[in-house]
């Protein structure tokens, strides 16, 4: 019997000397005996599932970093001269002195929220904690806030709406610049581009004017919808890449994390809106469909590619070799068969692009604009602002003739290295076909005449799908972030500001090493954290 002053908590046990005992129940043997019961199991299971489906905590947390980036963005990023929706309102004041510093604090908050769960993404990823839908459901969330900001770090919005006025009034863009047909489309063209012709290929310039006759002149709804049309980029992308990692022994959630989910990609491509986004994404799903041995479809893809922005035709060489490997007969024949098609194929796309818009091919000419770039992120820019610096010191030295000289042969550096990978492509099946082409697309970022921090999306939208090594994943995290900062959110650059490309270098450091070392500054309570402490080195 049980002692009426024990409590029932306690339980009584008779030693053979006649003395009690008192102890407590075994809590642990009881809860490892709900643990191991069939319901809790399942609960468990259906736990990690979800996890693995959708990882909360870090969709919320980027998502919130895009909250406060869109609502930031309404003071601080690429607004309207005249906005309607606060011109007359008592909140116009977020767009001046202490009311934009306070703006710009909240955008760059919001930044440092969405790469700090970018990175946190990428160590589950890494783990093998969260797959491909994980990924997905993560940008999906993410990528809502931004659709509906004012272009961020760049005005380029602007400038594709009123070239696209211009073709809608039949004034030939690739002849002339915005400031030809004077209106609000025009006025808020970044002064660069007022008189300089359009760059992009005719499908680009159709897609524009499209926008143009729904919107009109209404700026808020044009870059709204142009934002829209670029997001079909983002989603190819999304389409494409785990097939193509699966096809290349890569992994898709990983290639999905560095390239899709990456903020360069989300922040600049989406939030800008820049057309290279339905560039990527039309050269990822060409890359594919050719891969998985539809030439003619793939080569129409990659053709469209470029006739939204010429950088695209940098792949089709290297897809030449793909489809002669398929072929029978002798090397130059299967050569000669596989380049002959493909450029029958590339020719009938584009001429249809061509006509249907009703352009010329003034566009070639055109891409001589972008010289007016000036930066150093473009190497041979770079040499000649060096030189300009250090030779300025003995004698005089001409900055315009020193990019003619040092950009012509960034030009031939560049023939020289896209032969030479397109060349040692030829034997190297699939894989070797998508890293030369990698390669080069990445020359061809460091080597033009210009170079802005969106062109490195391109290489990262291929060069994605392959097998990356621990270092060169941390590498491309540092590099992602450098790049996402170095212009201020209004679209003037930061290359020259040079205590902030430090502290943007620092925080860039510190989210590569957070990658592969969690909490590198010790800032939490905990002296481990437990599910992350021991992380794979690949």
Request: proline content about 6%.
């Amino acid at each position: 019997m049980r002692s009426p002053d024990v409590p029932s908590t306690t339980a009584a046990t008779i030693s053979a000397a006649g003395r009690s005992t008192l102890h407590r129940p075994n809590r642990t043997s009881r809860e490892n005996a709900l643990s191991n019961s069939p319901d809790q199991r399942r609960l468990i299971h259906r736990l990690a599932v979800f996890r693995r489906l959708v990882p909360l905590r870090i969709v919320l947390l980027g998502a919130a970093g895009s909250v406060l980036i869109a609502l930031g963005a309404v003071g601080a990023a690429g607004v309207l001269n005249h906005d309607p929706l606060l011109a007359d309102s008592g909140l116009s004041w977020v767009r001046f002195g202490h009311g934009r510093d306070l703006a710009s604090g909240l955008l760059y908050l919001g930044l440092g929220l969405l790469v700090w769960a970018w990175v946190r993404l990428g160590r589950e990823v890494r783990i093998e904690r969260v797959g491909t839908h994980g990924v997905l459901a993560t940008i999906a969330g993410w990528l809502l806030p931004l659709l509906f900001t004012p272009p961020l770090f760049s005005r380029d919005a602007y400038s594709y709406l009123a070239q696209g006025n211009l073709a809608a009034h039949g004034i030939d863009p690739y002849q002339m610049g915005p400031a030809a047909l004077p209106g609000p489309l025009a006025d808020n063209v970044s002064w660069v581009w007022q008189n300089t012709p359009a760059p992009y290929g005719p499908l680009f310039i159709l897609v524009s004017m499209l926008v143009v006759m729904v919107t009109g002149q209404h700026l808020i709804l044009g870059v709204l919808l142009m934002r829209l049309v670029m997001v079909l980029g983002l989603v190819l992308l999304c389409w494409a890449l785990p097939k193509l990692a699966r096809l290349l022994g890569g992994r898709p959630e990983r290639a999905l994390w560095l390239a899709a989910a990456n903020p360069l990609m989300l922040v600049h491509l989406v939030g800008g809106p820049h057309n290279d986004l339905l560039m990527v994404g039309l050269l990822a799903a060409g890359v594919l469909v050719c891969l998985q041995g539809r030439h003619v479809w793939g080569v129409a893809l990659i053709t469209m590619a470029a006739a939204m922005k010429a950088t695209a035709v940098i792949a089709l060489p290297f897809m030449v070799w793909v489809w002669a490997a398929r072929l029978h007969g002798s090397p130059q024949s299967r050569f000669i068969r596989a380049a002959s098609a493909s450029l029958v194929v590339s020719l009938g796309v584009f001429a249809t692009c061509t006509l249907v818009t009703g352009v010329d091919l003034g566009w070639i000419g055109a891409l001589e604009t972008s010289s007016l770039i000036v930066n150093w992120l473009s190497v041979p820019t770079a040499v000649a602002q060096i030189a300009e610096l250090i030779g300025g010191w003995f004698i005089d030295l001409s900055l315009p003739s020193l990019l003619a000289l040092t950009r012509m042969l960034g030009m031939v550096a560049f023939f020289f290295v896209a032969v030479w990978q397109w060349w040692k492509a030829r034997h190297g099946g699939l894989e070797a076909a998508v890293y030369r082409a990698t390669i080069t697309l990445f020359a061809l970022a460091l080597l033009s005449p210009a170079t802005l921090p969106w062109y490195f999306s391109w290489p990262l939208a291929l060069g994605a799908v392959l097998n990356w090594p621990g270092a060169a994943t941390a590498a491309a995290v540092c590099g992602s972030v450098w790049l996402l900062l170095v212009t201020f959110p209004s679209g003037d650059t930061a290359l020259y500001s040079w205590f902030y490309l430090l502290g943007a270098l620092a925080v860039s450091v510190l989210a590569a090493v957070s990658l592969v070392r969690p909490d590198p500054l010790r800032l939490s309570s905990r002296s481990k954290v437990a599910d992350t402490a021991s992380l794979p080195p690949g």
